[in-house]
């Protein structure tokens, strides 16, 4: 098939690179010059396991291109993908603008029959915005073209993008029209072989569907996050009762490791569109306002558990290992690293960082601070620290010598936020260990 997707984002251009693995003729098409000219180059402008070798392969097979010319990219595709960003706006709602505005293009170009899909998270009712639109702009042509829009949502974590595109759970199409069900059964076939995993709903249930299911796992993260809190103050383990409820198959273990928040480009703006959603249709959504709330203060426990073991923060100088919201990616939106180190250079302290993928990413947003100190490696954010914080689990951070780590912080302080490491361990090599829903074990005396 001769698919457009529009966007060069995370959503679109793994969907893109995905579905020309699998013999789809993709056009990516983006009005980012820089962008296009870096994928032209063979280089890839995010950091997503598994998605530069994979992009490669289909440029070098002819199966993928990509452009900045809007006609040619309608013109090449039959069914145009729309993976365009949806960030929140001042009160929260989703912001629908870029999705508008490549409806209206669509509907600028279009010369014969277009299935638009909505890939990008937005919020219910926009694929009937997005209707209005197209016709408006054919309209204004003078001109009268077929076309359909549906909803399909993507459910891809960052770090695990390409493995959710191609072997997701489900595939979730939101159309009563039996051509379009036609049609993407067709576009996913390759996806869908094993067991069939497309699942029809209404356009409008498809939109929900997405923000429920972000909602809910950002719910049982604060849950969690709640649960931790409470058992700091009755001197319990949160590991043991993560493990108590976890092996309830009603629950599970995904999505209730305690820690220091969620972040990233999905949960925080989903929970709020979909909170001020409810608002605008006069119902108080108060688990979602908890959810957030719950969120926002968790961010703030690391500043919190420094404050309360180390006193006056000024002049202090803190390692920070993790900046990325979580491993296998280099995506600091919303990230808890961020929170705390901007706090901590409020209160006069200093930052020796340091993360795998992400240095680029915090030099961007920050740029030179005499504050700052980007480490080459995680041994070298340590050195002359007096504290350590653990902001994102990475693999690389797991295994350490605590006795060589004693000796490198000179308040020997560990802040985990990750509840990475047992608390026993680092006592014994003469440290101190906060972790979340922990604090009160295993303290160094």
């Given at each position: 098939m001769n698919i457009t997707v529009f966007g060069t984002g995370y959503v679109g251009l793994v969907a893109g690179a995905c579905l020309a693995e699998v013999g789809h003729q993709v056009t990516c098409m983006d009005i980012n010059p820089e962008r296009i000219q870096q994928l032209e180059r063979g280089e890839n402008p995010i950091f997503e396991p598994g998605l530069s070798a994979i992009l490669q392969q289909n440029r070098a097979a002819g199966r993928l291109r990509f452009t900045t010319h809007t006609a040619e990219a309608v013109a090449s595709g039959d069914i145009l993908f729309i993976a365009v960003g949806t960030p929140p706006d001042e009160d929260g709602t989703a912001d629908l603008r870029y999705?508008?505005?490549?409806?209206?293009?669509?509907?600028?170009?279009?010369?014969?029959?277009?299935?638009?899909?909505?890939?990008?998270?937005?919020?219910?009712?926009?694929?009937?915005?997005?209707?209005?639109?197209?016709?408006?702009?054919?309209?204004?042509?003078?001109?009268?073209?077929?076309?359909?829009v549906c909803s399909n949502p993507e459910f891809m974590k960052e770090g695990a993008a390409i493995e959710d595109f191609t072997r997701g759970a489900r595939i979730i199409v939101g159309t009563e029209n039996e051509q379009v069900k036609s049609l993407m059964r067709e576009c996913y076939a390759p996806y869908n072989r094993n067991h069939d995993k497309l699942m029809f709903m209404s356009v409008r249930a498809a939109e929900l569907t997405k923000y429920a299911a972000n909602a809910m796992l950002a719910t049982k993260i604060s849950f969690m996050n709640e649960i931790a809190c409470l058992a700091e103050r009755l001197e319990v383990d949160i590991e043991d009762v993560r493990r108590g409820i976890g092996s309830d198959p009603r629950i599970g273990y995904h999505f209730i490791y305690p820690g220091c928040g969620y972040g990233g480009?999905?949960?925080?703006?989903?929970?709020?569109?979909?909170?001020?959603?409810?608002?605008?249709?006069?119902?108080?959504?108060?688990?979602?306002?908890?959810?957030?709330?719950?969120?926002?203060?968790?961010?703030?426990t690391l500043f919190t558990k420094l404050s309360e073991q180390l006193g006056d923060l000024h002049g202090k100088t803190i390692a920070v290992w993790g900046l990325a919201f979580k491993p296998d990616t280099d995506d600091m939106r919303e990230a808890p690293s961020r929170t705390l180190m901007?706090?901590?250079?409020?209160?006069?302290?200093?930052?020796?960082?340091?993360?795998?993928?992400?240095?680029?990413?915090?030099?961007?947003?920050?740029?030179?601070?005499d504050d700052l100190m980007l480490a080459g490696d995680r041994i070298q954010a340590v050195k002359g620290a007096d504290a350590l914080v653990i902001c994102t689990e990475w693999k690389m951070f797991r295994s350490v010598d605590f006795n060589w780590l004693a000796g490198q912080l000179t308040d020997k302080l560990v802040v985990d936020g990750r509840n990475l490491y047992r608390p026993e361990a680092l006592s014994n090599a003469g440290l101190r260990y906060v972790g979340v829903g922990r604090s009160n074990l295993a303290m160094a005396q």
């Open positions: 999705v508008l505005n490549v409806a209206r293009s669509i509907g600028e170009h279009m010369q014969g029959y277009k299935l638009i899909v909505d890939k990008s998270t937005v919020p219910v009712g926009t694929a009937e915005k997005v209707t209005a639109t197209v016709t408006e702009a054919l309209r204004l042509r003078g001109v009268e073209h077929p076309f359909d480009s999905c949960f925080p703006k989903d929970v709020k569109a979909l909170e001020q959603t409810a608002r605008q249709l006069g119902y108080e959504p108060a688990l979602l306002g908890a959810v957030e709330a719950v969120n926002t203060r968790q961010k703030q901007e706090a901590l250079w409020q209160a006069g302290a200093r930052v020796q960082a340091f993360d795998p993928e992400a240095m680029s990413e915090c030099r961007r947003l920050y740029g030179e601070r």
